[in-house]
C-alpha cells in the first residue's frame, strides 16, 4: 500500500486498539494520508466478530478500519513485544484502548516507549480516566451514555431514558482522538518532543454536553427533553412518514405559520419568542400536527425548503445515502474489498495537500 496524499503523508500510527472508538480514530488519521498500522492480537478484534451478510468479513470492521495495514502480535511473548519495540523506534504515533493497569503489564506504557523514541506522540483511551474509582472498568458507548445522563435526556417528555442508537459518543470520541493527535503532532514539530494524550468515554460524554452543565443559580437540576423549544423542535408525524422541525428563531416559526395556515400566531405576544412560545407549546404542537396531517414528509420538506424553513424528513439509512450521494456533495462511492488507504474518503476535503 503506498502512502496516501494529505496533510499528515509521512507520518506512521501504530494503531493498538480494539472496537470502535480508538480503530475509527486512527482511521481519521488515516483519512488525513497517515500510514496507520493496526496491531492485534492472535485472536483479533473482537469486531471482527460481530454479525455480518458478508461471508468471513464483518462489514462493521470493514467500515471502522478501513485504509490500514495490519498485522497480528501476541504482546505477551517476547518475540512480540520486541517487535513492537523496533516499530516504535520509527513511529511517529502509537494508540492504544486498554484499562489502565495493562499498558504497564505488557510492557508498553508510555515511560517504556518513551524511552525507545522520545518524539513519539502516546494516546491512551480508556472508558473512565487513568486514575479513580472507576478506572479499571471497561468502558463502551451506551453504558457511558446512562452514567452521564445523555440516556435520561433521550426519549419523550415523560418517557423512560433511552440511549442514542449508533455510537454516537464512540464516533464523538474518535473525533476528538484525531484532533489531539494532530495538535500533539503540531506541537511536536515546534518542540522536538513527544507526550502522553489522555482521552476516555467519560471526558466525551461530558463534552459533548457542555451547553447542559451551566445553570443558573436559580434554576433546577432536572433533566428538560425539549431543547428549550417546548416541544416545537423536534420530530413530528405527517400525513406518511416523520418530518424534524427546527423553529428556535422568530425567523424559522413566522415561516411555520405561514406554511401550516395560521399566520396570525407568529404576531400572537404569546408566541413572540422562543421562551414565550415553550411555554405555550401545549397548544401549539397539537395544531402544528393537525396541519402536518395534510401531506407527507417529502411534499412538506420541498415545501418547506421554498419558504427557507428548516425541516427534513426523518429518513432510513438507504434514502439517506442516496439524498447525499446524488443531492448534496457526492460523498459515496462503490469499492470492493480489500481497500487500501487511496480508495477511501475523508471527512474534510484538503485543497492544497
Known sequence: MTTAAGPLGGVTVLDLCSYLAGPYGCTLLADLGATVIKIESPQGD?????PSSLTGESRFFLGTNRGKRALALDLKQ?????????MVETADVLVENFRPSVPARLGIDYPRLKAINPRLVYC???GYGDSGPLSEKGGFDQVLQCLSGIAVFQGATTGKPQVVLGSVLDYFTSALLAYGVAAALFHRERSGQGQYLSLSLLRSALTIQAGRFVWAESEGRDVVRDSGAGGLTGIHPTKDGWLYISVHSNHFFAALCELIG?????????????RSRAAYAAELVPELRSALAARNALEWEELFGERRALCLGAANRGSTIIYLSFVILTLFRLVRAPLSARETGGECLFFET
Request: hydrophobic content about 35%; overall charge positive; some cysteine.
Open 124 to 126: 491512551g483511551l480508556t
Open 46 to 50: 473482537m469486531l471482527r466478530q460481530f
Open 78 to 86: 517476547p518475540e512480540g513485544l520486541a517487535i513492537l519495540h523496533r
Open 262 to 274: 395560521r399566520p396570525e400566531l407568529a404576531r400572537d405576544p404569546r408566541c413572540e419568542t422562543m
